[in-house]
T-cell receptor, first 116, second 117 residues
Framework: EAGVAQSPRYKIIEKRQSVAFWCNPISGHATLYWYQQILGQGPKLLIQFQNNGVVDDSQLPKDRFSAERLKGVDSTLKIQPAKLEDSAVYLC??????????????FGSGTRLTVV | SQELEQSPQSLIVQEGKNLTINCTSSKTLYGLYWYKQKYGEGLIFLMMLQKGGEEKSHEKITAKLDEKKQQSSLHITASQPSHAGIYLCGADKARRNSGGSNYKLTFGKGTLLTVNP
């Protein structure tokens, strides 16, 4: 099966600019996750979708971050305006529930954002 | 909330040496995942453990989950430069709602492994 697709792979922007990331999950995966990974830390969940509904966005900085998954398939994550501390790798993942083997989480290659 | 502590934070070994990375949870683990990551890139799934005392191996990497399901270890035998990277442990966390249960992964901070030729 095809993996989780993310674009772009790299992005450099100036602070106060806006940026958008795109994710296309594995076909049929109802759950989609966006994680933020700052250098030297583990990934932190920003938002979780179940189909096109938000399940958990408790750690999403809503004053500057937004995400949508309009048709329950691909998703976009936007930052506006960006701050220096937003420099990180943004990871998209999708999952399917398999009762015999637990959850199968698959991660994309990530987008490395540098804010200067 | 579930906290995952990984140790060591970083590790430098000579090629051919064995090494172990540990992951400890403050709560009983439902599912424990190990991933490998190259700097700035995505996560590559290694293994998933669910049962107390479970052990899985793939090539030269072995992962174990203790009987109490609160600690996991990742052991690499005869390390190679290709093993270098960041190793992350992640735990399933379930959130119950009217529609059923929704699961997400929470991660430790990772262990940076360097293997010198």
């Amino acid at each position: 099966e095809a993996g989780v697709a993310q674009s772009p792979r790299y992005k450099i922007i100036e602070k106060r600019q806006s940026v958008a990331f795109w994710c296309n999950p594995i076909s049929g995966h109802a759950t989609l996750y966006w994680y933020q990974q700052i250098l030297g830390q583990g990934p932190k969940l920003l938002i979780q979708f179940q189909n096109n509904g938000v399940v958990d966005d408790s750690q999403l900085p809503k004053d500057r971050f937004s995400a949508e998954r309009l048709k329950g398939v691909d998703s976009t994550l936007k930052i506006q305006p960006a701050k220096l501390e937003d420099s990180a790798v943004y990871l998209c993942a999708s999952s399917s529930r398999r009762s015999d083997r637990g959850l199968g989480y698959t991660f994309g290659s990530g987008t490395r954002l540098t804010v200067v | 909330s579930q906290e995952l502590e990984q140790s060591p934070q970083s590790l430098i070994v000579q090629e051919g040496k064995n090494l172990t990375i540990n992951c400890t949870s403050s709560k009983t683990l439902y599912g424990l995942y190990w991933y490998k990551q190259k700097y700035g890139e995505g996560l590559i799934f290694l293994m998933m453990l669910q049962k107390g005392g479970e052990e899985k191996s793939h090539e030269k990497i072995t992962a174990k989950l203790d009987e109490k399901k609160q600690q996991s270890s990742l052991h690499i035998t005869a390390s190679q430069p290709s093993h270098a990277g960041i190793y992350l442990c992640g735990a399933d966390k379930a959130r119950r709602n009217s529609g059923g249960s929704n699961y997400k992964l929470t991660f430790g901070k990772g262990t940076l492994l360097t293997v010198n030729p």
